[in-house]
């Protein structure tokens, strides 16, 4: 049995679990990393005991790779799947802002790694937002568009917007929370746990269309629940060279440092979420 009636529930959980955190981490000084919440939220997630939502287990490679935050499908094996390739990013309460909206791997805009991404592997690009507000009323109100009329500031703690907002926002140098939600674009995170809403909201998704199945190794590992050994020859060929001795958050290699020496590496998700609005059945 679940505690949550249906995702939209356990999202919203999510959404209020989020601006909880971030805002006793705040307080009380022990400040919650996006890491750290993306996490949790996977925990709550698998806590949840809802039976159609799954993470999809697997070992990461060895080498040293961009990563995207998430990956999530979600439909159904009878009506086809969408397809969302999700980078999560936390505000920084004092300022409102998201510091690292135009944070740079390699040399490389997140973003554009992101959409590169996308377009490649025919996912819709996302940006996952964290929230939490000092003062809520009197900011909150012109921004909620919610499919319903109940405004729970909680219900800010998890937000997702198109790519291209991000994109917008770093065209005018706005990193504000102000700036995300003012466009309509921006949308609660329950949204996606309604089929409905993801449809309602489809024009706003670059590269939206409907997968007629899920790819084989994820569908493997739902079937066996069985952790993915080498899953990333099933990602998107996106190599490209990057130079050793830049800036990025990835461990340096102290034993390649020369200066101009490049490398390949590719980018993949970290983490696989399905969310089946079908039944539970990844056999046919
Ligand atoms: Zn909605």
New binding site residues.
């Given amino acids: 049995m679940s505690r949550f009636v249906n995702l939209v529930d356990l999202f919203q959980h999510l959404s209020k679990n989020t601006w909880e955190r971030i805002g006793d981490g705040y307080e009380l000084s022990i400040s919650q990393s996006e890491e750290t919440l993306t996490d949790n939220n996977l925990l709550e997630i698998k806590r949840s005991g809802l039976k159609n939502i799954h993470i999809v287990k697997f070992n990461k490679p060895k080498e040293a790779l961009y990563g995207i935050d998430w990956e999530w499908w979600i439909g159904s094996q009878r009506n086809g799947w969408i397809k969302f390739a999700v980078q999560a990013k936390k505000i920084y309460v004092p300022s409102k802002s998201y510091n690292t909206l135009d944070h740079k791997v390699k040399g490389r805009l997140q973003l554009d790694i992101l959409d590169e991404y996308a377009r490649k592997s025919q996912a819709v690009p996302l940006y996952c937002f964290y929230n939490y507000l000092l003062d809520t009323e009197p900011i909150l109100k012109p921004f909620w568009r919610?499919?319903t009329d109940l405004f729970t500031p909680t219900e800010f703690g998890c937000t997702v917007t198109p790519s291209s907002i991000v994109r917008q926002a770093l065209i005018v140098k706005q990193k504000k929370f102000e700036f995300i939600h003012q466009q309509r674009q921006t949308?609660?995170l329950?949204?996606l746990g309604?089929l409905g809403?993801i449809f309602?909201f489809r024009n706003n998704f670059d590269n939206f269309m409907i997968h007629g199945n899920l790819p084989s190794h994820i569908k493997y590992s739902l079937q066996t629940d069985v952790p993915l050994r080498e899953i990333e020859h099933e990602f998107p060929k996106m190599h490209f060279e990057i130079r050793n001795d830049s800036d990025d958050e990835l461990p340096k290699r102290r034993n390649n440092v020369n200066n101009g020496e490049f490398s390949k590496v590719s980018v993949m998700p970290k983490r696989i979420l399905v969310i089946n609005f079908g039944e539970n059945d990844y056999y046919d």
């Fill in positions: 919610d499919c949308i609660p329950y949204c309604n809403c309602k």
